[in-house]
């Protein structure tokens, strides 16, 4: 059936491509079928019509030709038109049979639509109670929303009332006092850590206490009169446990540090008093004001006594200056008389005092030195008093500031009210002690050994000493300006006729001065001051002057010269043992070193070679001129000077040596000297070589016995000396 359905759309199709465009169709039964189709009429299609447009027909021809269906039709020979109808007919039969088949299954398709109609009356009945559903929903919303807002009223109500009972129980739990904190107070010693405990809660009450009476709260006057009598019997046990701790700084031999440190653990006792007791909390201050101040004044009176005991018994006194004559007296660097005797212009070992080391070491015990006979020198006692005073007074100034919970300018006052009085009687003592001290040394090292513990004390974050330390300073400063001063003048108004007999050697006097200044210098390279440089600079001037005026006693030039390389060179090595090679003292005297090193070579020169000297210098001046031709009436100076040269110059130099080695007593100055001598002797005879080189002088029969320059030079190496 289906394949006979096709085979009757493909004749149909078949018709209509081949032009039966305008064909009409009309319904009517065919074998009594309705609704068939009755086959196409083409006997009245007009072919000639002017309407028919040839070329579309072409065209259309031409499609269909191509259809594989119409190829398979023309290429087996069948009649279309025939089998059109035949198509149209089975296409009848198989419209009639479907209808039989529908009329057939009619009760079904009744059935069928019953059913549809069952279900459309159920659908609408849902889509009624769907609808009833939507408005109760809508109803059960706004329900909800009521219901929210019902709920957030009743949270807010909940949130205030709950805030309140917390306020309630903070105010409740201030004022209620428990029964432990009863039998605490009374009871328990003060030194159990349940009555600290308990104490910091009755603290806590009564601030809560204060705090709700000022607000007007009714309920405090139900506990007051219970916290006040706690408050007192608190107050009154804390009152007697401190003041008995601070009454045991008084015992005899006592360590105050040790219940210092045990008041500490107990610090909350005096803020208690403080905030709840204020006439009390002053009471105890007072009272650790008046003891440890008594305590401290007489520790170190006692201790200042004592040490100063163990001090040297030779000290510098007013006539020991620098510039005082070294005649009535042994001299100041002579070997002293006692073991351990004071120096007064040297260092030695004394600088180790401000070394890191010595600087915080154990402070000196007396009775033990004394035991050992021990002696020590001024600094070194200072060091040790203050150390001790440092060391004390920062461990105060921590326990004051911790304990009496003060901070800034109070923590200052108090700590002065407890250490004030042994600051000043310090002062008053070391006041005492400069007036008669002439050592320069000393009071230097006093005054840097001031400089660093002040820096310790900032480093320790303890301001309170800064006043005493520039009082300190105030007094160590201006004696020490005083000293120099008068060792300057006393430099300056020494009379080097009042001496005694001349010596080329060193003077004790530049000596003295050497081992000064360096003492001075290498103790301010550590912290500069400008002002020691200044008066150092002073005596240096006077010293120089003095050096001078000594040398002008001599009668020649020559010593004069050996007295100011000897005493040139000796301060310059002391200088350079201390201070840096590159500080003002040492490149002074370098400098003037070198020029009167220079002028004695020249001077030494002089007798052996002082006509070749002259001539050099006269020829190389004629030469320079453009005047050489004068040379030519030199001849007989010039062969006199070739053999006075050759037959004297080895006994000269020896001669030379041998003077030098006499005249200075530092043997590597000495061994520096003949060095430049010789050296400056062998440019002098390679100028004179060079000088008769000259055309006038070329012909000269003398030059056949001139030296030849290089066998001088190994000649001369001969006479160096080696130490």
């Known amino acids: 059936m289906a394949a006979a359905a096709t085979m009757a759309a493909a004749a149909r199709e078949l018709v209509l491509r081949a032009g039966a465009s305008d064909m009409e169709e009309e319904e009517g039964p065919l074998e009594g079928g309705p609704g068939l189709q009755e086959p196409l009429q ?25 259809d594989e269906l119409v190829k398979e039709a023309l290429k087996t020979g069948v009649d279309l038109r025939h089998y059109s109808k035949q198509v149209e007919l089975e296409l009848q039969q198989i419209e009639q049979k479907s209808i039989r088949d529908y009329i057939q299954e009619s009760e079904n398709i009744a059935s069928l639509h019953n059913q549809i109609t069952a ?13 009833a559903f939507q408005s109760d929903l809508s109803s059960i919303s706004s329900e909800i929303r009521t219901l929210q807002e019902q709920s957030g009223a009743m949270n807010i109500r909940l949130r205030n009332r709950q805030a309140v009972r917390g306020k309630l129980g903070e105010l409740v739990d201030g004022l209620v006092v428990p029964s432990a904190l009863v039998t605490a107070i009374l009871e328990a010693p003060v030194t159990e850590p349940r009555f600290l405990e308990q104490l910091q809660e009755l603290d806590a009450k009564a601030a809560a206490v204060r705090e709700q009476e000022a607000r007007g709260t009714a309920a405090c006057a139900d506990v007051r009169g219970v916290l006040d009598r706690l408050r007192i019997k ?16 008084r015992k005899p031999m006592t360590n105050y540090q040790i219940p210092q440190t045990a008041l500490l653990k107990y610090r909350f006792f005096y803020q208690f008093l403080l905030g709840n007791e204020r006439a009390t909390a002053k009471e105890i201050r007072d009272e650790y004001v008046e003891t440890l101040s008594k305590i401290y004044l007489s520790y170190y009176r006692s201790y200042l006594g004592r040490l100063m005991k163990v001090q040297y018994e030779e000290v510098a006194e007013k006539d020991d200056l620098m510039g005082v004559e070294d005649t009535a007296k042994k001299g100041f660097f002579s070997k002293p008389s006692l073991r351990s005797r004071n120096t007064i212009f040297t260092l030695g070992t004394r600088g180790s005092v401000i070394s890191p080391t010595e600087l915080e070491a154990p ?84 005054i840097h ?32 300006e005083l000293i120099l001063e008068m060792n300057v003048q006393s430099v300056r ?61 001599f009668s020649s030039r020559k010593e004069q010269l050996v007295f100011l390389i000897n005493n040139y060179d000796m301060m310059l090595g002391v200088l350079m043992e201390r201070a840096a090679d590159d500080s003002k003292e040492v490149e002074s005297f370098q400098q003037l070193l070198n020029a009167r090193t220079q002028e004695f070579i020249e001077e030494l020169l002089s007798p052996p070679f002082g006509g070749l000297v002259a001539f050099v210098k006269e020829a190389e001046a004629l030469i320079e001129r453009g005047q050489a031709e004068r040379l030519r009436g030199e001849e007989a100076r010039v062969t006199q000077l070739i053999r006075g040269f050759g037959s004297s110059w ?51 029969p003398a030059r056949a016995e001139l030296i030849n320059i290089h066998h001088l030079m190994v000649e001369l190496k001969k006479h160096k000396p080696n130490f």
């Open 42 to 66: 083409l006997g009245e299609l007009d072919i000639t019509s002017d309407e028919f447009i040839l070329d579309e027909v072409d065209v259309h021809i031409q499609a269909n030709l191509e």
């Open 119 to 131: 279900c459309d009356a159920v659908l609408e009945r849902m889509e009624q109670m769907l609808g």
């Open 234 to 249: 608190a107050v009154t046990k804390i009152r007697e446990f401190i003041l008995q701790k601070i009454y045991s700084f």
């Open 363 to 446: 402070i000196l015990v007396p009775h033990t030195a004394q035991r050992g006979e021990q002696r020590y020198p001024f600094e070194a006692l200072f060091r040790s008093q203050h150390y001790a005073l440092l060391d004390n007074s920062c461990r105060e100034y921590l326990f004051i500031c911790e304990f009496f919970v003060v901070s800034g300018s109070a923590a200052h006052d108090l700590f002065h009210a407890v250490m004030g009085r042994t600051l000043n009687m310090t002062l008053k003592h070391l006041e005492s002690y400069l007036t008669d001290c002439y050592d320069a040394i000393a009071v230097f090292l006093c």
């Open 449 to 480: 050994i001031v400089l660093r513990f002040r820096n310790i004390a900032a480093k320790r974050d303890v301001p309170a000493l800064d006043r005493y330390w520039e009082q300190v300073l105030t007094l160590l400063w201006p004696r020490f």
């Open 493 to 553: 108004s020494t009379d080097p006729q009042r001496l005694g007999g001349l010596d080329t050697r060193p003077h004790y006097i530049t000596r003295r001065y050497a081992e000064f200044s360096s003492a001075l210098v290498s103790i301010n390279q550590t912290i500069p001051n400008e002002r020691t440089m200044q008066l150092l600079g002073q005596l240096q001037v006077e010293v120089e002057n003095f050096v001078l005026r000594v040398a002008a006693e």
């Open 650 to 700: 080895k006994s000269s130099v020896e001669s030379l040596s041998q003077d030098v080695m006499r005249s200075f007593t530092n043997f590597k100055n000495g061994t520096s000297i003949i060095q430049g001598a010789l050296t400056q002797l062998i440019q002098l005879y390679h100028r004179f070589h060079r000088v008769l080189s000259q055309p006038q002088l070329r012909a000269l």
